[in-house]
């Protein structure tokens, strides 16, 4: 069962992720239930020592005035609970190269807005993602990667559960853009038949240009896969059924 954990000083906003964050595991039926709600981060780090696991976490990273910032308590929750999902709530989108750079390796980021319909779609992304990796069989959890080379004398190496989708260019022959769960994107020289043929049984090829991580699929809609981020891709005709199928016949495909 997932476990979660609200942590921000501004009542109404916590009430707002309390209420999404609820009426979502209520209507898709996700087996996780929220164990604590806090407006102080001592109290939560209290909480957490005395009830030790691993928890998905909803952390406002500016606390105002107070000792603490979400980036001090974020590292003190990795000490307890270095296994733990950390999703950052926020209005200051300019402190998340912070963020990135203290190394306390963030789940994700969540604008705070009264928005309850962003709110609820950003709520659902995380929920989603952090079941989907609960349920993941232990052989599964090693993080494979795989080398892409955007530049004739650059590396990097990109996690295969961080890619969201890949698609070919057509503005740039043999070219195709891995596109990442965080929205970042890498173009690189590489045909789409390489590409599947290393991305394997996760990933699913919907459309002559565009390779999807079928784990990552929520829904269609004309003809466009909507995506767990927000984002679509298009899903040739032919292949509609076999799409759905995945989508809504059996999710652990």
């Not at 609820?22 to 981060?41: F, H, M, N, T, W």
Request: with cysteine; glycine share 6%; net charge neutral.
């Amino acid at each position: 069962m997932l476990k979660i954990i609200l942590c921000d000083d501004d009542p109404f906003i916590l009430k707002i992720i309390q209420e999404q964050l609820e009426a979502i595991l209520s209507s898709q039926k996700l087996d996780g239930r929220i164990v604590c709600i806090s407006s102080s981060g001592k109290d939560m780090i209290s909480y957490l020592k005395n009830h030790p696991g691993e928890y998905l976490f909803f952390l406002d990273l500016d606390f105002g005035n107070n000792e603490f910032n979400g980036i001090d308590l974020a590292r003190q929750i990795r000490a307890v609970s270095p296994g733990s999902k950390i999703v950052f709530v926020t209005n200051h989108y300019e402190l998340a190269l912070d963020v990135l750079k203290s190394g306390t390796e963030p789940f994700g980021f969540i604008e705070k807005t009264t928005d309850i319909h962003k709110m609820n779609r950003n709520c659902y992304q995380y929920l989603y993602l952090a079941n989907k990796q609960l349920s993941v069989h232990p052989e599964e959890k090693d993080q494979k990667s795989i080398s892409l080379r955007p530049g004739f004398d650059e590396e990097i190496s990109l996690p295969i559960q961080d890619i969201l989708y890949v698609e070919a260019l057509k503005t740039r022959s043999h070219c195709i853009c891995y596109h990442t769960i965080n929205g970042s994107s890498i173009t690189v020289r590489e045909s789409m038949e390489h590409a599947m043929k290393r991305l394997g049984d996760g990933f699913v090829r919907s459309h002559r240009s565009v390779i999807v991580q079928k784990r990552y699929m929520i829904g269609m809609e004309d003809g466009m896969i909507r995506l767990i981020n927000g984002a679509s891709a298009p899903c040739s005709f032919r292949l509609r059924n076999e799409i759905k199928g995945i989508i809504y016949g059996n999710n652990n495909q």
